[in-house]
């Protein structure tokens, strides 16, 4: 007589943590949740982004008004149920250049901190621009060489170069498509005068920059990151083979000087009417599109790729480095 075969249970298959980002960011507040394990690329699970242009709630002084900071806790909320509803094990909160430079900053950070149930990352212009640049080189590979980062915020403008995943230069410009729509293009659409005003000062605050730039190896691979590049991409640049999911664009700097004026003729409404402009960036597309002319320009670069991974991703990424 034989006996039955009896068989043990399949062990459990664990799934990957899953983690919320919340980038509280000059424009919106963006909840991105994946699920991710030292490793293995990233697999997103949820989003939501909640546009809130904090830029227009800052007054005189510095500070967010009592509207914005409502408008912010409002977003925050919204975000948080979306972690809850996706049963996220961690929660990485961050906040950039807005609330890092509003004089009454910390004691937003700390109505978010009791809302989201743990103490807000305020990251420094450089941490921006070392996080986007890791991002980029893993996304990029060792096979792209030395990187030339750039990235165009809300507030700031981030630049990185280097061959390593830590940059050799990272530096922060207080040159974000809000910021600059919020101090040097209020009409709608701007005047040409103002479109130069704008351009003049740019050049003043990218010079240091250029002169620490010549300083490192010219780079092999330039990268465009951030929704102010691929929104100027997908309107002025050229769609390149795409390779799974993600879309691969270039733009070069005559294709963005060309479409740069055509924008700034037309009023916000109008400009939604266009490819790849957004109605959440369609107040600060020509501001974006100054800086990230005047960038590209002082810098030399002629082309540049857009990368699909940007902040939020290197915070991920730096996150597992550390488990």
């Not at 621009?129 to 990029?140: D, M, N, Q, V, Y």
Request: charged share 25%.
């Amino acid at each position: 007589m034989t006996s039955a075969a009896t068989s043990s249970p399949a062990p459990a298959v664990s799934r990957a943590p899953r983690l919320g980002v919340i980038d509280i960011g000059s424009n919106t507040v963006h909840l991105l949740v994946l699920d991710a394990r030292y490793g293995v690329r990233p697999v997103p699970h949820a989003s939501r982004k909640i546009t809130v242009r904090l830029m227009r709630y800052l007054d005189a002084d510095g500070a967010l008004s009592p509207e914005g900071r409502r408008a912010m806790l409002a977003a925050v909320d919204d975000v948080m149920e979306l972690a809850r509803e996706s049963g996220v094990d961690e929660l990485l909160p961050m906040a950039t250049s807005a609330l890092r430079d509003a004089t009454n900053g910390a004691e937003v950070l700390g109505a978010i901190a009791g809302r989201v149930g743990r103490e807000v990352q305020v990251l420094s212009g450089e941490d921006e621009a070392r996080l986007t640049f890791l991002a980029a080189r893993r996304w990029h590979g060792w096979a792209a060489g030395r990187l030339l980062v750039l990235d165009v915020g809300g507030g700031s403008l981030e630049i990185a170069s280097g061959v390593d995943e830590e940059p050799d230069l990272a530096a922060s410009v207080p040159l974000g498509a809000g910021r600059t729509t919020r101090e040097y293009l209020p009409a709608d659409p701007p005047p040409p005068e103002q479109v130069q005003a704008l351009r003049v000062h740019a050049r003043a605050l990218l010079a240091p920059v250029v002169d620490r730039l010549a300083t490192v190896p010219a780079p092999d691979h330039v990268v465009a990151t951030s929704k102010t590049f691929r929104s100027l991409a997908r309107l002025a640049g050229m769609q390149v083979e795409a390779v799974g999911p993600d879309d691969r664009w270039r733009m070069r700097l005559s294709q963005l000087s060309d479409w740069v004026p055509r924008l700034a003729r037309l009023t916000a409404e109008g400009r939604t009417a266009l490819p790849g402009v957004t109605p959440e960036r369609t107040y600060q597309i020509v501001g974006g599109g100054v800086v990230a002319e005047e960038t590209m320009r002082a810098l030399g670069v002629d082309e540049v790729e857009i990368c699909p991974w940007a902040l939020r991703e290197g915070a991920v990424l730096r996150w597992l480095d550390h488990l």
